[in-house]
Structures are given as C-alpha cells and as structure tokens.
C-alpha cells in the first residue's frame, strides 16, 4: 500500500510538472506573439508592407504626404523630406523645424544613398520610380498615391497607422470634420438646381494644364454643388487653348495663383480673355496653406467650403472662411493664426505678417 501510494504521488508529481511545461511553452509562444516588434500595413496599391510596430523615424518622399503627416502630428519624426516642401511658405511658418529635416534630393532624383544616412524606418511614397528605389535597397516602402476624395481619406487613415501613437486618433477626427464640411455644403444647397461650371487650371505658367474628369478636383467641384466644364478625364492634362475656350465655363479657378494674377493671366491670353467668366470677375486663384487646397491636401476639408461660397455666394453667405481657417488650424497643427495670416492664405499669397 505504502509502494502504490508513492507511485501515485509520482505519477501526479509528474503530470503537473509536464502540465507545468506545456503551460510555460504555450505562455512563452503567447508572450512572443503579443511582443511582436512588426505589424504589416496595406498601402494605396495593395501591397502589404511589413513596418516597426513603433515608428520613430519616417522619410516622406511625397510633398503632398508630408502635410497630411504634419496634420496628423508626426512631423518631428520626418528624418528626408522633400525640397519643395521645405520651401513651402505656410509648412515653414507652422513647422520651421523642415528646414533641418534632410531632403535625399539631386534635383528631382532620389538619392538612395543619402536616404539610407538618414536612418528611415518607413519611407512613403507616391512615385513608382522612388518605392522602386527604396525597396531594392531594403527599405519598408508604402504607397500613398491616391486620386479622389475615399483614396484621400485611405491614404490619411495609412500614414496615421504608419505613424502610430496618437495619429490614428487624429485621423478619425479628420475624417468627422471633411465629412461634416462635405454635409454643410450639401445641405445648404438643397432644393438648389443650378451647378455652375467649372474650369480648373493647375497654374499660371500655362493655361493648358487643367483636370478634367476622374480627379480629385473633379471631386470637390461636385461635392461644392458645381461641374467639371470639362468632359476629358485626367489629372493635369493639357488641352488646347481652343477646346478650353469651348467648355465656355461659368467660373475659372487657377492653382498656385492669387486673384489678382490669375485674372492678369487670363486677360493677356487673346482667346480665353474673351470668355465670360474673365469679362465678369468670376476668376479665382486658389487658396494655398500648408500645401495648395487644390490638389492632394488634407486641406480639402477647406477647399469644399471654400468652393462651395465661390460658386454659391447667395447660399453661403453666413459661412466665415476666416474663421473655418484660423479654427482648422489651431485645431490640426496646433498654430493659431491671425486674422491677417488666415486672410493671406485664402488669398493664395505667402505669409508677410504676424
């Protein structure tokens, strides 16, 4: 009896001990999947991209991006930038740190090289030419490339997961204020049938780039209750002088250009001067903050409201754009700008003032 009770004891004995090590290995594997240093992401293209989990060091090799990382609060973790947007007017007024930030650049080409010194955990990117660069030199590569309104929001919501910490928060709010701008217009225009046509020129330098339809201007002209005067499809394509002259358009808009040069340009041109829109006034440059509203910038969620009192100055005269500027601002960068400053921007022009 003593022998069977001493056996039993060691039989238990080494079941909890056997117990025991399958719980530490089970622990052990869950432990090893819960510390994981990786996560993988899925850029604009599709492409799964395996990144730190923490990202403190990002090269952003897109000008656009850099404002939306800027938004998003995570521009002490740029380590390469681009060159133009550390020559950017209004980024260097609200961030003067870019200027020390490292731009890999020999003119328009990357320097793989020099982007390797800077140590880059992530590079973002939106040329085929650069990921392709970057990834033969064994560097995590995303896509940020996108061409309308829901790739805006994607590629917003992918560089806030990039970034981690508390960008994803910020993300989501973005997304409640572009979506909530996008209803004011819509229900101020209701019962309004009249959509004014649109024709967007990318700038002054030549008045035959222009976006047709399929673009993201495409996108915020509708969305600010007007039309593309344009039936072609494509970003910045360029069409003859002749064919812009017959989309006869209600408003012309110019990127990268004030009021006052966007009106001086189009009343030297023989052919376009005489369209009705420049004979009547109704030429606009475009506002310019961080980047310009027009094109590939979270500040889209202005540029709607924006569009949206050009075209429909009757339905939108209690909208202060002055006042949604300043307020988009100090909520999203944190910068609180003057009445003046605000007023600069909406005008296209660069900062002179405090």
Partial sequence: MHRLVLGLVSVATLLVVATGCGNSSSSKKSSSSST???????????????????????????HANNQVVLLLGGQK????????????????TVYPGISKVKAPFAGQDLQVEALLKTKPQVVIS????????????????VNAMYQNFAGLRKSVNLTAD??????PKVAKEYQKTLTNNINYVKSNLKGVSIKPKVLHIVSTANLDIVDGQNTIVNDW???????????????MITLTTEQLAKSNPDVIIVGQATDAAARKALEKNPV????????????????????PWDRYSAEEALQVLWAAKKL??????????????????????KYNLSTTQANQILAGENPTTK
């Fill in 36 to 62: 994981s240093t990786t996560k993988v992401v899925t850029d604009m293209s599709g492409k799964k991209v395996k990144i730190p989990k923490k990202v403190t060091r990002v090269a952003d090799l897109w």
């Fill in 77 to 92: 973790k740029l380590v390469a930038t681009t060159q133009m947007i550390q020559q950017q007017p209004w980024f260097k």
């Fill in 126 to 141: 939106s040329d085929p030419g650069q990921i392709k660069q970057a990834r033969n030199a064994k560097l995590p590569t």
């Fill in 162 to 167: 990039v970034l981690g910490g508390k960008a």
């Fill in 221 to 235: 002209i509708k969305d600010a209750g007007g039309q593309n005067a344009l039936s072609q499809k494509g970003n």
């Fill in 272 to 291: 376009l001067s005489k369209l009705t829109a420049v004979k009547e006034g109704h030429v606009y440059g475009n506002p310019q903050g961080t980047f």
């Fill in 312 to 333: 429909h100055p009757a339905d939108f005269k209690n909208l202060n754009m002055t006042t949604k500027t300043k307020q988009f601002y100090s909520k999203y960068y």
